[in-house]
């Protein structure tokens, strides 16, 4: 059956797209198909939002190579994007998302991802593209290129080869993994995570809660969160502002130990571990900061951070759960896909701590995971 297959007949061969015009031209051309395949290729080492080096594009006919640092006008590929009638084959896109959100503010709709497809098809979780390439190929594909420079000009052939054969044998494989797929209940299922994929993506983060993300957050009393929130609200803020990784403003940890500690002058900063960089830079801002926090009301304090993990109640309701997640597990299913342990952990919070918020449904109570999730919670009420 392979030798069927062109693309497996075939080396990539592909297009270089840099200009206005050529990227309307072959954005026209993939709107008239029913399915894509998308890649991106970029660096991210200082930077809080991805730096996009090149757009791979493959519409069963032609790989296109974009070139982002050349190109001015990309309403034609926005609107790509957005077409519904244009399915959007991606694998592990996490990150591909961001990209998008953050240049284009639109997402790849509809969309499905070839490792969540991998997860119901009995593939191990987070299985590589190489490894399904292989899986389904017979094919061993370079990813030696992988960690390059993607924002170098010119771009080398291998890099452009590289960048060609994630799409170019994407397609193929997506349409194979599909008719497996066809043979499963599991299509709806696949769908509804792909779509969950893009619901969290478009939330963002929300500079007001970044102090949950704080390492050891959970550690401090409420006067202390306060000083926390303050400080990881103005540190996204800033990293926003100056496209800079968030430990490149000032480290989670040392926002943790001023916030305990509440220092006075910058010598203490020093002493609590800060660096002198992010004492020059910051210092003065940081201790301004604390001294705003310190003059909230009490009422305005956030709540303390219960784990659901230090409840005396969790190691006999996670067994149970797990137990119960076995009898439940349908043959063709791994148990990690239906009920991760987080997945588990937030149904736990959800019942114990956040009181059946409505309005905040955990996981395991959305989508095709409802009815197992319901199940769950039958158990938990009997405890």
């Not at 490894?131 to 390059?148: M, P, V, W």
């Not at 779509?195 to 963002?204: F, S, V, Y």
């Not at 400080?231 to 403003?249: C, P, S």
Request: glycine residues 4%; charged residues 25%.
């Amino acid at each position: 059956m392979n030798k069927q297959v062109k693309e497996i007949k075939n080396p990539p061969h592909f297009q270089l797209i840099t200009t206005d015009q050529a990227l309307a031209d072959v954005c026209v051309f993939a709107q008239q198909k029913s399915v894509v395949a998308l890649d991106t290729e970029f660096v991210r080492i200082r930077t809080l939002y991805p730096q996009l080096g090149l757009i791979q594009l493959y519409d069963g006919e032609r790989v296109s190579l974009i070139d982002p640092l050349s190109i001015q006008d990309f309403s034609p590929f926005i609107a790509l994007l957005a077409n519904q009638n244009v399915l959007k084959v991606l694998h592990a896109c996490s990150e591909d998302l961001e990209v998008f959100q953050h240049y284009y503010q639109q997402m790849p709709t509809p969309m499905i991802d070839t490792q969540i497809m991998a997860s119901f098809l009995s593939f191990p979780n987070s299985t590589g593209l190489a490894t399904l390439i292989q899986h389904y190929f017979q094919l061993e594909i370079d990813k030696g290129a992988s960690r390059t420079d993607w924002l170098a000009r010119p771009l080398s052939d291998k890099q452009l080869v590289y960048a060609a054969a994630d799409v170019w044998y994407l397609l193929p494989l997506y349409q194979r993994m599909q008719q497996d797929l066809q043979q499963t209940p599991w299509q709806s299922a696949v769908e509804n995570d792909c779509e969950m994929l893009l619901a969290k993506r478009e939330q963002g983060k929300d500079p007001e809660f970044a102090y949950l993300n704080i390492p050891n957050a959970w550690r401090l009393n409420q006067q202390e969160l306060m000083r926390l929130k303050v400080l990881a609200k103005w540190r996204l803020e800033d990293a926003m502002k100056r496209d800079l990784a968030l430990n490149f403003v000032v480290r989670g940890e040392h926002l943790w130990a001023v916030a305990k500690n509440n220092p006075k002058h910058t010598s203490e900063l020093l002493a609590l571990g800060l660096t002198a960089l992010e004492v020059r830079i910051h210092g003065k801002k940081i201790l301004h900061l604390l001294s705003q926090a310190n003059r909230m009301e009490e009422a305005h304090y956030p709540n303390l951070i219960t784990r659901v993990v230090d409840d005396s109640r969790y190691k006999k309701a996670l067994k149970l759960l797990q137990q119960q997640l076995k009898t439940l597990q349908p043959m063709d299913l791994a148990r990690e896909v239906i009920a991760s342990k987080r997945m588990l952990d937030g149904l736990i919070k959800w019942y114990w701590i956040e009181q059946e918020d409505p309005n905040a449904l955990p996981e395991l109570l959305i989508g095709w995971r409802r009815d197992f999730g319901l199940a769950f919670l039958e158990t938990l009420k009997g405890l």
